[in-house]
């Protein structure tokens, strides 16, 4: 992998690769999704030149697992595009961890989100907010309309946009 990609060498290919391991079972797992992950290395990389990614990068592999996509080969490739996308829209405003924050925060919520919102919306919204409020603001919302549990002015709010029906 270190030969078709030069940019990320053969010991971080290594440490990435004990990181995958843990979070898709065995080796052998881990071995097969190593190619998609350098290349989503170096976007990241090249969102935060000369700056090192490793720990941002572990966090990120970290947010795939919490997400729930590491066991499901196509919908994780489908997930290294849209993340690579967003890292290279947003560039260093951006952060691989902000990703693992959203998920990690987002709790009971992040399961639930579609992958286009994942994609697509998440991102602008992390990168205004910061991944943790961003994570926090998706539980609050998902327990508002899930469990019905939130504050009176919440309640107010959502009364005086149409959210919720006066009975």
């Given at each position: 992998?270190?030969?078709?990609?030069?940019s990320?060498?053969?010991?971080?290919?290594?440490?990435?690769?004990?990181?995958?391991?843990t979070?898709t079972?065995?080796?052998?797992?881990a071995?097969?999704?190593?190619?998609?992950?350098?290349?989503?290395?170096?976007?990241?990389?090249?969102?935060?030149?000369?700056?090192?990614?490793?720990?941002?990068?572990?966090?990120?592999?970290?947010?795939?697992?919490?997400?729930?996509?590491?066991?499901?080969?196509?919908?994780?490739?489908?997930?290294?595009d849209?993340?690579?996308k967003?890292?290279?829209?947003?560039?260093?405003?951006?952060?691989?961890?902000?990703?693992?924050?959203?998920?990690?925060?987002?709790?009971?919520?992040?399961?639930?989100?579609?992958?286009?919102?994942?994609?697509?919306?998440?991102?602008?919204?992390?990168?205004?907010?910061?991944?943790?409020?961003?994570g926090?603001?998706?539980?609050?919302?998902?327990?508002?309309?899930?469990?019905?549990?939130?504050?009176h002015?919440?309640?107010?709010d959502?009364?005086?946009?149409?959210?919720?029906?006066?009975?």
């Amino acid at each position: 992998i270190s030969a078709k990609i030069p940019s990320v060498s053969q010991t971080t290919i290594m440490h990435m690769l004990r990181n995958a391991r843990t979070i898709t079972g065995s080796f052998e797992e881990a071995a097969h999704i190593m190619e998609p992950l350098a290349r989503l290395r170096v976007v990241a990389q090249g969102a935060r030149p000369g700056q090192d990614v490793a720990e941002d990068f572990d966090k990120l592999i970290k947010a795939l697992e919490i997400k729930g996509v590491t066991q499901n080969p196509k919908e994780f490739h489908k997930y290294i595009d849209g993340i690579a996308k967003g890292l290279n829209m947003y560039g260093d405003t951006l952060k691989p961890y902000q990703y693992y924050e959203m998920f990690k925060y987002g709790r009971q919520a992040t399961p639930m989100l579609s992958e286009e919102f994942i994609l697509s919306t998440a991102p602008a919204l992390a990168q205004e907010l910061g991944g943790s409020s961003y994570g926090k603001a998706v539980s609050a919302f998902n327990s508002a309309l899930v469990n019905n549990v939130m504050k009176h002015s919440a309640l107010k709010d959502f009364r005086s946009l149409g959210l919720i029906a006066e009975n």
